[in-house]
């Protein structure tokens, strides 16, 4: 198994551009969930999922959006890119619809310039 | 505001002591989780202690839950230099199945 894997590995935008962000996972897993990792900040929750259709927003989702088409994605848009969005971001998955041991992805170093 | 809270937000000690980090939150839990994250990677699981556990064990790692004080220690006994990394607790909130983690606490054992 792959396991949890992100894509790209790093990225640069322009303030106003937009992407995606890929994340898929090869375990089946129902629960996933996107972070930001910023200095001193810890991990801080944007969008989760408990299976395919089911999103719900976390503590800061502003200017992210997400789709759950399948169990095994679930990719993270930016729509309009913001210096503030420059981040490490990880997604994480884990079995079952409640709050288990999560499996994090390698991330994704974003800047915003 | 983030739901879990660490302390101390850095710690440093010498192969062989005995590491302490304490983790402090909010509202009553499902469970609680420690992670621990070495430089630039992603985070791993190290353990879960449910809201009716009050210790758990793993290896050299020992997790204690005060449910009546919010709180959450966790014992790393004879560290080495490998165990240097940033640990976070991370709680899962009655309310709902939010993950949320705390800011913290990064942790060099100097060989």
């Known amino acids: 198994n792959a396991g949890v894997t992100q894509t790209p590995k790093f990225q640069v935008l322009k303030t106003g551009q937009s992407m995606t962000l890929q994340c898929a996972q090869d375990?089946?897993?129902?629960?996933m969930s996107w972070y930001r990792q910023d200095p001193g900040m810890g991990l801080r929750l944007i969008h989760y999922?408990?299976?395919?259709?089911?999103?719900d927003q976390g503590e800061v989702p502003n200017g992210y959006n997400v789709s759950r088409s399948t169990t095994e994605d679930f990719p993270l848009r930016l729509l309009s890119a913001a210096p503030s969005q420059t981040s490490v971001y990880f997604c994480?998955?884990?079995?079952?619809?409640?709050?288990?041991?999560?499996?994090f992805g390698p991330g994704t170093r974003l800047t915003v310039t | 505001s983030q739901q879990g809270e660490e302390d101390p937000q850095a710690l440093s000690i010498q192969e062989g002591e005995n590491a302490t980090m304490n983790c402090s939150y909010k509202?009553?839990?499902?469970?609680l989780q420690w992670y621990r994250q070495n430089s630039g990677r992603g985070l791993v699981h190290l353990i879960l202690?449910?809201?009716?556990?009050r210790e758990k064990h793993s290896g050299r790692l020992r997790v204690t839950l005060d449910t009546s004080k919010k709180s959450s220690s966790l014992l790393i006994t004879a560290s080495r230099a490998a165990d240097t990394a940033s640990y976070f607790c991370?709680?899962?909130?009655?309310?709902?199945?939010?993950?949320?983690f705390g800011q913290g606490t990064e942790l060099s054992v100097k060989p």
């Open positions: 991370a709680t899962d909130a009655r309310q709902g199945g939010k993950l949320i």
């Open positions: 994480a998955s884990s079995y079952g619809t409640g709050i288990r041991e999560q499996y």
């Open positions: 202690i449910r809201s009716n556990e």
């Open positions: 375990m089946n897993h129902e629960y």
């Open positions: 999922s408990v299976g395919a259709g089911i999103t």
């Open positions: 509202t009553s839990i499902n469970n």
